[in-house]
């Protein structure tokens, strides 16, 4: 069974019942900027957010943990369960040796990881310092994400190291953040892979296990024409091979742990094109039982946002604030929750 975490915070749903086993999140920037913005989403969908995304290197440096978990108290407090992208940075890209895989395996962070896990436990635990008390908390932990690419230092493609590298990192990780408390059921492991290989290493063959991960994930984005390299694909073109080929490999439930849609084609700006695709988008993942979703609300390398952004379909005003939105996420995001 999937290890899906929800917050209870009633119902803003026009008395809507919500779909079993239907999680969705967002990344809308650092913590605790965000959290104004996010609140501010969740009044214009007229629904929570069940998820919010952080992205979290190895920081090593006095402090740096302690501050995690104050950031994580404050998504927790506002209603929604963290995701936390856990990137062996060690602390920044241009600081991580690209054999940091060799070095996990060979236990030069095992204090570090000793040090989060014990954080961990004890965040879960709550302020009372018990487990699975009124006051217990949850989270969800996607670990060296994309390896199949070449884009990470934790990637074969990317970095000095193997697949069969990658594994063992993976199983070290596991082992000593679950030594120190956090077992299942208190945090749920995503395994999530780029949509398709790029640089030679297969998906398939970074996938830790069932007995280490609880959900196998696709990360995927339409570029549409923003990149010389790029052309507009629809939600199936973008995640029908990973999902087939994860579903192949395991049946653990499978989720959508990032994914965005721009609005830039080959003949410019068009956001009719990028509304239809973010209502589609939530129709296939529900024809595809992906339990978990979570979108990727920055810009970035191009106009991902769908909220407050610099282009948009509409506009609304909360607070005095003025947000361009994609009204075809609002739509297609209560139709995959509570249709």
Same mark, same amino acid.
């Given at each position: 069974?999937?290890?899906?975490?929800?917050?209870?915070?009633?119902?803003?749903?026009?008395?809507?019942?919500?779909?079993?086993?239907?999680?969705?999140?967002?990344?809308?920037?650092?913590?605790?900027?965000?959290?104004?913005?996010?609140?501010?989403?969740?009044?214009?969908?007229?629904?929570? $957010?069940?998820? =919010?995304?952080?992205?979290?290197?190895?920081?090593?440096?006095?402090?740096?943990?302690?501050? !995690?978990?104050?950031?994580?108290?404050?998504?927790?407090?506002?209603?929604?369960?963290?995701?936390?992208?856990?990137?062996?940075?060690?602390?920044?890209?241009?600081?991580?040796?690209?054999?940091? !895989?060799?070095?996990?395996?060979?236990?030069?962070?095992?204090?570090? $990881?000793?040090?989060?896990?014990?954080?961990?436990?004890?965040?879960?635990?709550?302020?009372?310092g018990n487990v699975d008390t009124v006051d217990h908390?949850?989270?969800?932990? *996607?670990?060296?994400?994309?390896?199949?690419?070449?884009?990470?230092?934790?990637?074969?493609?990317?970095?000095?190291?193997?697949?069969?590298?990658? /594994?063992?990192?993976? +199983?070290?990780? +596991?082992?000593?953040?679950?030594?120190?408390?956090?077992?299942?059921?208190?945090?749920?492991?995503?395994?999530?892979?780029?949509?398709?290989?790029?640089?030679?290493?297969?998906?398939?063959?970074? %996938?830790?296990?069932?007995?280490? /991960?609880?959900?196998?994930?696709?990360?995927? %984005?339409?570029?549409?024409?923003?990149?010389?390299?790029?052309?507009?694909?629809?939600?199936?073109?973008?995640?029908?091979?990973?999902?087939?080929?994860?579903?192949? *490999?395991?049946?653990?439930?499978?989720? /959508?742990? @990032?994914?965005?849609?721009?609005?830039?084609?080959?003949?410019?700006?068009?956001?009719? *094109?990028?509304?239809?695709?973010? *209502?589609?988008? %939530?129709?296939?993942?529900? @024809?595809?039982?992906?339990?978990?979703?979570?979108?990727?609300?920055?810009?970035?390398?191009?106009?991902? =946002?769908? %909220?407050?952004?610099?282009?948009?379909?509409?506009?609304?005003?909360?607070?005095?604030?003025?947000?361009?939105?994609?009204?075809?996420?609002?739509?297609?995001?209560?139709?995959?929750?509570?249709?």
């Amino acid at each position: 069974m999937p290890r899906l975490f929800v917050r209870s915070r009633g119902d803003r749903s026009n008395a809507r019942v919500r779909a079993a086993d239907r999680v969705v999140g967002a990344f809308t920037g650092t913590v605790p900027a965000s959290l104004d913005r996010t609140e501010a989403m969740e009044q214009w969908l007229d629904a929570p $957010l069940d998820v =919010q995304t952080v992205f979290e290197p190895w920081d090593t440096g006095s402090g740096a943990v302690a501050a !995690l978990f104050e950031r994580l108290t404050a998504i927790w407090e506002a209603g929604r369960v963290p995701l936390v992208t856990w990137e062996p940075f060690t602390p920044t890209p241009a600081a991580t040796p690209p054999d940091v !895989l060799d070095r996990i395996v060979a236990g030069e962070y095992d204090d570090y $990881l000793t040090r989060w896990g014990q954080a961990l436990t004890g965040w879960l635990d709550g302020p009372d310092g018990n487990v699975d008390t009124v006051d217990h908390r949850r989270l969800y932990l *996607r670990l060296m994400h994309e390896p199949n690419g070449d884009w990470y230092p934790w990637a074969p493609a990317g970095g000095d190291c193997t697949a069969a590298t990658y /594994v063992e990192a993976w +199983h070290r990780v +596991h082992r000593l953040i679950t030594d120190e408390g956090a077992t299942p059921g208190r945090v749920s492991w995503i395994w999530a892979v780029n949509h398709t290989d790029i640089g030679g290493v297969a998906a398939e063959d970074l %996938f830790p296990g069932t007995a280490f /991960v609880d959900l196998v994930g696709v990360d995927g %984005f339409n570029w549409g024409g923003s990149q010389s390299w790029s052309e507009w694909q629809s939600p199936a073109e973008v995640f029908e091979e990973g999902l087939e080929r994860l579903r192949s *490999r395991t049946s653990l439930p499978v989720c /959508v742990p @990032e994914f965005g849609c721009t609005s830039v084609t080959i003949d410019g700006t068009d956001r009719g *094109r990028k509304n239809r695709w973010l *209502r589609d988008a %939530f129709a296939y993942f529900d @024809e595809q039982d992906v339990s978990l979703v979570s979108y990727f609300d920055v810009e970035k390398e191009t106009d991902w =946002q769908v %909220f407050g952004g610099s282009e948009g379909e509409n506009t609304i005003r909360i607070g005095g604030t003025r947000y361009q939105t994609y009204s075809g996420f609002r739509t297609g995001l209560r139709r995959y929750r509570y249709e």
